[in-house]
């Protein structure tokens, strides 16, 4: 082969070899584990220390505080299995439009067991039922 061509080949491996350690250091540091409520709350102190979870759970009826002027918003959520598994949620933010009691949601950020709370940096709340298709009449 000519020098030039190898000089090529060199380049095209750094490059493919630079772009490929990119793409996994962005998705190991933006990776987060998908949990339930019972999971996050029975689970090991140090199994989430180090990273970011999300959380599902349901919005317990009456225990939704929003103070607007902070966007500060406090509510529990249960699991979706096991009612008497519960925890708070801190969330600073503007709330979604979908959000409210009874309502599942999905929650991203950091939990702390002293507490027993979860500070949520997102804040996604699941449609509700009334946009679920309809059978005979009923919603699901």
């Known amino acids: 082969m000519k ?6 080949m060199v380049a095209v491996i750094l490059i493919v070899a630079g772009v490929g350690f990119l793409i996994y250091k962005g998705v190991s540091e933006t990776g987060v584990y998908y949990l339930t409520v019972s999971e996050v709350t029975g689970a090991d102190p140090e199994t989430f220390t180090d990273r970011g979870i999300r959380v599902s759970g349901k919005v317990v009826d009456g225990t939704v505080e929003y103070n607007q002027r902070e966007l500060l918003l406090t509510f529990t959520i249960k699991d979706m299995a096991d009612d008497a598994r519960t925890m708070k949620v801190v969330y600073t933010g ?3 439009d979908a959000f409210k009691p009874d309502v599942e949601v999905i929650l991203e950020g950091s939990y702390e067991r002293e507490t027993n709370t979860f500070h949520a940096k997102t804040l996604l709340a ?13 919603k699901e």
């Open 94 to 96: 503007v709330v979604p």
């Open 126 to 138: 699941k449609c509700p039922s009334k946009y679920s298709k309809e059978e005979n009449g009923e």
């Open 3 to 8: 020098k030039s061509v190898k000089k090529t």
